[in-house]
């Protein structure tokens, strides 16, 4: 295991979030999604969507 001076922050985060899921559990474990909740999910990952680069956005909101 490397040492907490060798981790970046991203890695220390990370080890982090998985030492507090060890000690206290995972808080979501067991529970159950709402049929609703399933389908309207689904309907957001079937949907295409189109990217505008950060660029165009500026331009669009006259901040270029």
Known sequence: MPKVKDLNVDDLEQLIEQKVLEILGDPDS???????????????????????????????????
């Not at 609703?36 to 505008?52: A, M, P, S, T, V």
């Not at 660029?55 to 901040?63: A, P, R, S, T, Y």
């Open 30 to 64: 067991g529970l159950k999604l709402r049929t609703e909740f399933k389908r309207k999910l689904q309907e957001r990952l079937e949907k295409q969507y189109k990217l505008i680069p950060h660029e165009e956005v500026l331009k669009q909101l006259g901040q270029d």
